[in-house]
T-cell receptor, first 114, second 113 residues
Framework: DVKVTQSSRYLVKRTGEKVFLECVQD?????MFWYRQDPGLGLRLIYF???????EKGDIPEGYSVSREKKERFSLILESASTNQTSMYLC?????????????FGDGTRLSIL | EDQVTQSPEALRLQEGESSSLNCSYT??????LFWYRQDPGKGPEFLFT???AGEEKEKERLKATLTKKESFLHITAPKPEDSATYLC??????????????FGTGTQLKVEL
């Protein structure tokens, strides 16, 4: 079974802090994704990566950056956290070589910015 | 721009009362349509992939179907454990690197005894 592990289930931070969210997958997937999920807005793609050190902006990248130094690990960084970044953050991974493969998700990090 | 609309937003059923959830989409060439189930406080769990119009997939009480404009998730004789949010997503042919998905906002299903 595919395992996508997010380092924290719940996180509380203060405005202006630099926040790191970590994600690790164990299936040798090339693609990794970061989403945020808000009521009524669904899942929105922040950033994705299809190879080590490669990254591409998703639909809402402002205020975020990412890092992918190893194939299995993808980090989301909030450079200076703001209250409007309070949300559920979901990491996912999938194969790139095989099209139509589903993305597999972690259980999410519920982040509160005070 | 790819778009996915799910209806209804919420659905309440009695145990055993069959129904269908709708996912309508516009996409510049469909590579695949995906259904996920999401329980409260958890990440989405993959259910089905559909590739072409006329295709059907089944799993226990769930059956997913696909036309050129929409997909249906049919739930037959549902049980309380089927209560969850069901998400639909599409992958376009011209998706570039990363095989991106566009998600709908989901249907929240509650099945009562």
């Amino acid at each position: 079974d595919v395992k996508v592990t997010q380092s924290s289930r719940y996180l509380v931070k203060r405005t202006g802090e630099k926040v790191f969210l970590e994600c690790v997958q164990d299936m040798d997937h090339e693609n990794m994704f970061w989403y945020r999920q808000d009521p009524g807005l669904g899942l929105r793609l922040i950033y994705f990566s299809y190879d080590v050190k490669m990254k591409e902006k998703g639909d809402i990248p402002e205020g975020y950056s990412v890092s992918r130094e190893k194939k299995e690990r993808f980090s989301l960084i909030l450079e200076s956290a703001s209250t409007n970044q309070t949300s559920m953050y979901l990491c996912a991974s999938s194969f790139m070589r095989i099209r139509r493969q589903p993305q597999h998700f972690g259980d999410g990090t519920r982040l509160s910015i005070l | 721009e790819d778009q996915v609309t799910q209806s209804p937003e919420a659905l309440r059923l009695q145990e055993g009362e069959s129904s269908s959830l709708n996912c309508s989409y516009t996409v510049s060439g469909l590579r695949g349509l995906f259904w996920y189930r999401q329980d409260p406080g958890k990440g989405p769990e993959f259910l089905f992939t559909l590739y072409s119009a006329g295709e059907e997939k089944e799993k226990e009480r769930l059956k997913a179907t696909l036309t050129k404009k929409e997909s249906f998730l049919h739930i037959t004789a549902p049980k309380p454990e089927d209560s969850a949010t069901y998400l639909c997503a599409v992958q376009a042919v011209l998706t570039g690197g990363g095989n991106k998905l566009t998600f709908g906002t989901g249907t929240q299903l509650k099945v009562e005894l």
